[in-house]
T-cell receptor
Framework: EAGVAQSPRYKIIEKRQSVAFWCNPI?????LYWYQQILGQGPKLLIQ????????DSQLPKDRFSAERLKGVDSTLKIQPAKLEDSAVYLC????????????FGPGTRLTVL | TQLLEQSPQFLSIQEGENLTVYCNSS?????LQWYRQEPGEGPVLLVT?????EVKKLKRLTFQFGDARKDSSLHITAAQPGDTGLYLC???????????FGRGTSLIVHP
């Protein structure tokens, strides 16, 4: 079974530029999560989708971050414009609807904002 | 304020030593998960504990869920260099389905 795929693995941009990350969850997983993990900290949930609907986005900085999962499968997370403090690893995870507390994570995208 | 407090934050030990890491909260959790994360990779689920007082063993790792379902511990017996990594606890408080993670315990096991 293929795992959660993310791309790109690394991205370096300058502040005020835009960036987008892509995630393809495990086939059949209804729930998809985007996390931000700053160095030395645990992952912080940004947004949680169930199919193509948003379950929670209370910690998503909506003035600059956006995410979509239009067809209920893959998802994109966008930052526009980026700030220095957005430098982090962005992790995508997915889970089955019936086993929401068992999350499978992708390798993450390491973003550096200069 | 972290919903899940993990301690210690860092741990550096020699191969063969035992260790315990803790995950504490003032909130009740329906379940808690423990993950291990290696550099450059996403977290990998080790175990889920559901019942208060539950003890689960995974080879040299022993996980315990507190009776009140507010805390958990992970004990590693005879640590090996392959145990090196960031250990994270996670869960959803109360009846929520929205997960939260602790800051993690960074473990280094020296050969």
């Amino acid at each position: 079974e293929a795992g959660v795929a993310q791309s790109p693995r690394y991205k370096i941009i300058e502040k005020r530029q835009s960036v987008a990350f892509w995630c393809n969850p495990i086939s059949g997983h209804a729930t998809l999560y985007w996390y931000q993990q700053i160095l030395g900290q645990g992952p912080k949930l940004l947004i949680q989708f169930q199919n193509n609907g948003v379950v929670d986005d209370s910690q998503l900085p909506k003035d600059r971050f956006s995410a979509e999962r239009l067809k209920g499968v893959d998802s994109t997370l966008k930052i526009q414009p980026a700030k220095l403090e957005d430098s982090a690893v962005y992790l995508c995870a997915s889970s089955e609807l019936a086993h929401w507390n068992t999350q499978y994570f992708g390798p993450g995208t390491r973003l550096t904002v200069l | 304020t972290q919903l899940l407090e993990q301690s210690p934050q860092f741990l550096s030990i020699q191969e063969g030593e035992n260790l315990t890491v803790y995950c504490n909260s003032s909130s009740v959790f329906s379940s808690l998960q423990w993950y291990r994360q290696e550099p450059g990779e996403g977290p990998v689920l080790l175990v889920t504990v559901v019942t208060g007082g539950e003890v689960k063993k995974l080879k040299r790792l022993t996980f315990q869920f507190g009776d009140a379902r507010k805390d958990s511990s992970l004990h590693i017996t005879a640590a090996q260099p392959g145990d090196t990594g960031l250990y994270l606890c996670a869960g959803a408080a109360g009846g929520s389905y929205i997960p939260t993670f602790g800051r993690g315990t960074s473990l280094i096991v020296h050969p």
